[in-house]
């Protein structure tokens, strides 16, 4: 069935150190991965993507690693600042650009000074 | 950077009353969506729409909801008969043929 979840449903960082939120996947034909990430009050804001045939992708300060073989999914946050504090979902979605998309549970990250 | 609209930002109904939330997606997408977020919980699909029509749709939306477009910019979620349980977040999307989905900042519906 459709599942993406996630380890932990709280995180706590120091300001300044790096971030690390895990995400587990359970259909082995899924291709194509997002991570979210949402403020108070908000919607969900992209993040960076990653589809099945690659195993990292590096944007601004994020990195999404993707471990086929276990199917696993993590989002790195370098030098986590006060503004990252959010929740995060990692979700996956079908290759279409109609497809909808299945989110996980979420991680809250929170920044501590 | 173009946006999806969503009003109103908070809506309070009786239960058993009909409830439209209105979305402006991105003026050049094709593909729209509303999901959903209970307090807590974790964003829910529920229905996908194009080209005038329903393309996919969830469990959750049953024959209580329906979506339209009722003109060249709106696309409406209507709630016929609203129940306790529909109090929630939702959220309106949008994508074009290159991508670019793209989620607005939700309606907070509460029924009481």
């Known amino acids: 069935g459709e599942s993406v979840g996630l380890h932990l449903p709280t995180l706590s960082v120091q300001e300044g150190d790096n971030s690390i939120i895990n995400c587990a996947y359970s259909n082995s034909a899924s291709d194509y991965f997002i991570w979210y990430k949402q403020e108070s009050g908000k919607g969900p804001q992209f993040i960076i993507d990653i589809r099945s045939n690659m195993d990292k992708r590096q944007g601004q300060r994020v990195t999404v690693l993707l471990n086929k073989t276990v199917k696993h999914l993590s989002l790195q946050i370098a030098a986590t600042q006060p503004g990252d504090s959010a929740v995060y979902f990692c979700a996956e979605k079908g290759y279409s650009s109609a497809s909808k998309i299945i989110f996980g549970s979420g991680t809250r990250l929170s920044i501590r000074p | 950077e173009p946006e999806v609209t969503q009003t109103p930002s908070h809506q309070v109904t009786q239960m058993g009353q009909e409830v439209i939330l209105r979305c402006v997606p991105i003026?050049?997408?094709?593909?729209f969506y509303w999901y959903r977020q209970i307090l807590g919980q974790k964003v829910e699909f529920l229905v996908s729409f194009y080209n005038n029509e329903i393309s996919e749709k969830s469990e959750i939306f049953d024959d209580q909801f329906s979506v339209e477009r009722p003109d060249g910019s709106n696309f409406t979620l209507k709630i016929r008969s609203t129940k306790l349980e529909d109090s929630a977040m939702y959220f309106c999307?949008?994508?074009?043929?290159?991508?670019?989905?793209?989620f607005g900042s939700g309606t907070r519906l509460t029924v009481v």
């Open positions: 999307a949008s994508s074009g043929e290159q991508g670019g989905y793209t």
């Open positions: 003026s050049n997408h094709l593909y």
